[in-house]
C-alpha cells in the first residue's frame, strides 16, 4: 500500500515538472492577414469583367450557417495564379474556432469557378498561406 502510494507522488511529481497543461500545445499566434493565390486548370481566357471573391467564415456547428469573418473581391482579374490577401483586425480570430476560406470567380451573378469543400486555414494547425484551386461551378469532382 505504501509503495502505491510513493510510486503515485512519483509520477504526480514528475507530471507537474513537465510543464502544467496536460498535453496542450500552446495556441500559435493569430496572424495579423491571410493570403495565397487562387487558380483554374482549365485552358481559357476569363471575360474581362469577371473578378475573384474571397470569403473567410467561421464555423458555428449544429447546423448554423457560417459566420461571415472578412471578404476581399478583385476586380479584372488576369492569367492565374491570383494572388489575394485578407486583412485580419485584432482579435476577430479566436483560436478555439474553426474558419474556412471559400474562393469563387464570378462573372455579375453568374459563378463561374469555386472550390469545394472551403479550405480550413488558420486554426487548428491550419495554415494562413493558401494555394486554393477551384473548378468549374457545377462540375463533377
Known amino acids: 500500500m505504501i509503495r502505491g502510494a ?3 507522488a512519483i509520477l ?3 507530471l507537474a515538472s513537465c510543464g502544467g497543461s496536460r498535453g496542450a500545445a500552446p495556441a ?3 496572424p495579423a492577414e491571410l493570403t495565397g493565390t487562387v487558380e483554374y486548370r482549365e485552358r481559357i481566357a476569363l471575360p474581362p469583367e469577371a473578378q475573384l471573391r474571397v470569403r473567410l467564415e467561421e464555423l458555428a456547428g449544429s447546423g448554423k450557417p457560417p459566420q461571415f469573418i472578412a471578404e476581399t473581391t478583385i476586380p479584372r482579374i488576369g492569367r492565374p495564379p491570383i494572388p489575394f490577401r485578407i486583412a485580419l ?3 476577430v480570430i479566436d483560436p478555439r474556432r474553426t474558419y474556412t476560406l471559400t474562393a469563387r470567380i464570378e462573372r455579375g451573378e453568374q ?4 472550390n469545394e469543400p472551403p479550405f ?3 486554426t487548428g ?3 494562413s ?8 461551378a457545377g462540375s463533377p469532382k
Request: aromatic content about 4%.
Open 125 to 127: 494547425g491550419n495554415p
Open 28 to 30: 500559435a499566434p493569430i
Open 12 to 14: 504526480s511529481a514528475s
Open 6 to 8: 510513493v510510486a503515485l
Open 129 to 136: 498561406r493558401v494555394e486554393i484551386v477551384v473548378s468549374r
Open 111 to 114: 459563378l463561374l469557378f469555386i
Open 89 to 91: 483586425a485584432p482579435g
Open 120 to 122: 480550413r486555414v488558420l
